[in-house]
């Protein structure tokens, strides 16, 4: 599990190669993610939006921006956490990804960054 702590916002990722949903012979290998946020500041605060840089082996960068993270905006009073689980797919076995999230004190409307970690993917079979 990969961790970084940004103005006490603690994001943690897991990741897992999805063998079942991957089609090697056509370059298609899909990768799971799982995020956790946790609120340790005092704040309560509000995901807004997502940025994602998203490196493929072969070369190729993608960014990723949008509202929310899986379709929600949450909110998180201080102590609360909240998870979800997302995927990507690369068009080699191996990749890496990293971004922010846009967070929102709901006390003042300040807004700030959050940092996502960089978290590789690598299908287990390249690791041999």
Not at 82 to 108: F, H, P, V, W
Request: one cysteine or more; aromatic letters at 10%; proline letters at 4%.
């Amino acid at each position: 599990m990969t961790t970084q702590i940004t103005h006490n916002i603690k994001i943690s990722v897991r990741t897992k190669f999805q063998d079942g949903h991957s089609s090697p012979n056509q370059n298609h290998y899909l990768f799971s993610y799982r995020i956790i946020i946790e609120n340790n500041s005092e704040f309560t605060i509000q995901l807004l939006r997502r940025h994602w840089h998203i490196f493929d082996s072969c070369g190729e960068y993608r960014d990723v921006e949008g509202e929310g993270v899986v379709g929600e905006q949450p909110v998180l009073a201080p102590g609360e956490v909240y998870q979800y689980e997302s995927a990507c797919n690369l068009a080699t076995e191996i990749g890496k990804m990293k971004g922010t999230y846009l967070m929102e004190r709901k006390i003042d409307g300040v807004r700030f960054n959050v940092d996502i970690p960089e978290f590789e993917l690598i299908a287990p079979f390249k690791l041999n």
